[in-house]
């Protein structure tokens, strides 16, 4: 079945470092990509998407780019602020499906 | 717009008994979806609606019912609460279904003792 892996947390930067978050998934068909943040309490908010191959999503600074011939879609930002601290999800829902997939979550934190 | 709405945040519940996560959206978005997060599980899709009057089971249904009579609302029933069933419940509603942006709420805290 179809199935999201991504690395195990938890992640710990200073202020200013680069940050990558590998995401791999397995689907039958083209599924659309996904990463959703959780903050401290709060429910899970959408970051970016993309829904083709080669296709890049952005958003605040963090960028994924979808890679069929690896089925992977991870997660960059170049410089991570103390704010980036949350729980990071790669997820995937394929196409014409009612359902969405998600990895196990990220965790980040980010020292000043 | 108030956006997606869950009660209660926090509930305590003995094994056995019953109750009903409320969720409402007050977007029209006629996708709505409910999910169950574990530690180290990521959210796991339990019951999800295309539309009022249709649900359809997600991966873990077992031990939960949902209706859903109109486009606001969607509750979550669990019949007889059991400790497996102790997580965070998450609702969350879409516009254009799984394929776009989902929209969730804050999160309910269920403990079954």
């Known amino acids: 079945g179809d199935s999201v892996t991504q690395m195990e947390g938890p992640v710990t930067l200073s202020e200013e470092a680069f940050l990558t978050i590998n995401c791999t998934y397995t689907?039958?068909?083209?599924?659309?990509l996904f990463w959703y943040v959780q903050y401290p309490g709060e429910g899970l908010q959408l970051l970016l998407k993309?829904?083709?191959?080669?296709d890049k999503g952005s958003n605040k600074g963090f960028e994924a780019t979808y890679r069929k011939e690896t089925t992977s879609f991870h997660l960059e930002k170049g410089s991570v602020q103390v704010s980036d601290s949350a729980v990071y999800f790669c997820?995937?829902?394929?196409?014409?499906?009612?359902?969405?997939?998600f990895g196990a979550g990220t965790r980040l934190f980010v020292k000043a | 717009n108030a956006g997606v709405t869950q009660t209660p945040k926090f509930q305590v519940l003995k094994t056995g008994q019953s109750m009903t996560l409320q969720c409402a959206q007050d977007?029209?978005?006629?996708?709505m979806s409910w999910y169950r997060q574990d530690p180290g599980m990521g959210l796991r899709l339990i019951h999800y609606?295309?539309?009022?009057?249709?649900?359809d089971q997600g991966e873990v249904p077992n031990g939960y019912n949902v209706s859903r009579s109109t486009t606001e609302d969607f509750p979550l029933r669990l019949l007889s609460a059991a400790p497996s069933q102790t997580s965070v419940y998450f609702c969350?509603?879409?516009?254009?279904?799984?394929?776009?942006?989902?929209?969730f709420g804050p999160g309910t805290r269920l403990t079954v003792l």
């Open positions: 969350a509603s879409s516009y254009s279904g799984p394929q776009g942006e989902q929209f």
């Open positions: 689907a039958t068909g083209y599924p659309s």
């Open positions: 993309a829904t083709k191959a080669d």
């Open positions: 997820a995937l829902t394929t196409t014409g499906g009612f359902k969405t997939i």
């Open positions: 977007m029209n978005h006629e996708y």
């Open positions: 609606s295309v539309g009022a009057g249709i649900t």
